[in-house]
């Protein structure tokens, strides 16, 4: 599993939501911020350079209304004209071609040979990360974007293929339904005449609409909740969008509960609904606990040991949480070379499922606190695949 997240912010944005997600993923991950100036002032600077305009419309003005000879003042027209055509056909496509090698540059200096990083691009951040992985060998794992400004048919069948691709994992495309603001790009660049087409960014609407591609390789999600019901066992799409209902561009980035209910199990390969189920079993069971009510405690138990999720499995196949963690305890004494009668798995299968809903219960009230105050360690715990081997080595000798 990857252990660094690279976070890429969109124009007109210092990366603000860098510190709420990276207050999420931090006792997991390491989060590594990548931040551009270039677009700070807006989008325009995507189309047209604009200290070269800002320069060509100076001289217009002085060749206006400053009292020169004439030829000055066709001197200070040409001048200008000159300017504009460099703003228009060289700044603006050399900054975004320097914008993508500046976050290429800042990723793979914090990278080791070979490893691969997970990366969380909003809006422009998704086009130069998409620019990265398609402009070079990119050491990319699991891709998250939101708000993406990238052209629907954007090719990430080539950014997945060979020995070493560019994107080894899958690509989750966050669509907000109520995205105007991808809309209104992509009906701008599809208004600019014929003549601007290689002078300005290839973008479009996979924000609001979705990436398109082979059935195979690209796959709608209704509810952001669920798992792909397209994708068979054994062969996942590369590519997922993900509608959400009554979200804007930006809504999805700057909460940090998505990114906890979200964003934490794609990157360990969980289904979000059952990391939610299971958070809020645990959660319960400990709660419980804490007011005393015995009763109650062991019917939610109960449905805790009876749960049947996709990530607990005996081999292929799907089998209950209970079940699971009996296998653990017996692999775990058979490694031990210990006897393991039927009474003694069973007893150690109990404790170690309590022991379980007790540690993700205190990690999720590290959350809680603020992050300088946070055991690292105990919220780390949150990780279903983590608390059960922390159990396992805890309790079972």
């Known amino acids: 599993m990857a252990k660094k997240v690279f976070l890429i912010h969109g124009i007109l944005s210092f990366g ?8 999420v993923l931090e006792p997991h991950f390491k989060c590594e911020r990548v931040r551009y100036l270039n677009y700070i002032f807006g989008p325009v600077g995507i189309i047209i350079g604009r200290w070269n305009a800002l320069l060509a419309a100076a001289f217009l003005l002085l060749a206006v209304f400053l009292h020169v000879h004439f030829w000055m003042r066709v001197a200070f027209i040409f001048t200008s004209i000159a300017l504009f055509a460099i703003a228009l056909f060289a700044e603006a496509p050399l900054r975004r071609r320097y914008t993508v090698h500046l976050v290429r540059r800042k990723i793979e200096q914090k990278l080791h040979p ?3 990083c997970h990366v969380i ?20 794992k699991k891709v998250i974007m939101v708000g993406s400004v990238l052209p629907q048919e954007f090719d990430w069948q080539g950014c997945c293929a060979g020995e070493k691709p560019s994107v080894a994992g ?19 660049m599809r208004r600019l005449p014929r003549w601007r087409y290689w002078s300005t960014p290839d973008i479009g609407a996979s924000g609001l609409k979705g990436f398109r591609g082979h059935p195979s390789q ?14 068979d066992p054994g062969a996942f799409a590369k590519v997922h ?6 979200v804007g561009h930006s809504d999805i980035v700057s909460n940090s509960l998505h990114a906890r209910d979200f964003w934490l199990p794609y990157l360990w390969g969980l289904v979000p609904w059952e990391f939610v189920d299971f958070l809020e079993l645990c959660i319960a069971c400990e709660v419980l606990e804490r007011e005393g009510n015995i009763k109650k405690l062991m019917v939610v138990e109960g449905h805790l040991h009876k749960a049947v999720w996709t990530w607990p499995r005996y081999g292929r196949q799907q089998i209950s949480f209970k079940s699971f963690i009996q296998e653990r305890v017996t692999n775990r004494l058979k490694s031990k070379r210990k006897p393991y009668p039927r009474e003694l798995v069973h007893r150690y299968t109990a404790l170690v499922i309590r022991g379980v809903w007790q540690m993700v219960g205190a990690a999720f009230r590290e959350y809680d606190k603020p992050i300088a105050e ?24």
């Open 16 to 23: 603000t939501w860098h510190h709420k997600t990276a207050q």
């Open 114 to 116: 070979n490893e691969r």
């Open 121 to 140: 691009a909003h809006s422009m951040g998704c086009y130069l990360m998409g620019s990265y992985a398609a402009g070079f060998r990119a050491r990319l």
């Open 170 to 188: 899958d690509i989750r495309n966050e669509i907000a339904k109520n995205d105007w603001v991808v809309g209104l790009a992509d009906r701008a």
């Open 218 to 231: 690209v796959h709608d999600i209704a509810n952001p909740f669920q798992g792909c019901q397209e994708c």
């Open 241 to 246: 969008n993900v509608y959400h209902d009554e």
């Open 374 to 397: 946070r055991d690292p360690e105990a919220a780390r715990m949150l990780y279903p695949h983590a608390a059960v081997t922390r159990v396992l080595r805890k309790l079972v000798p």
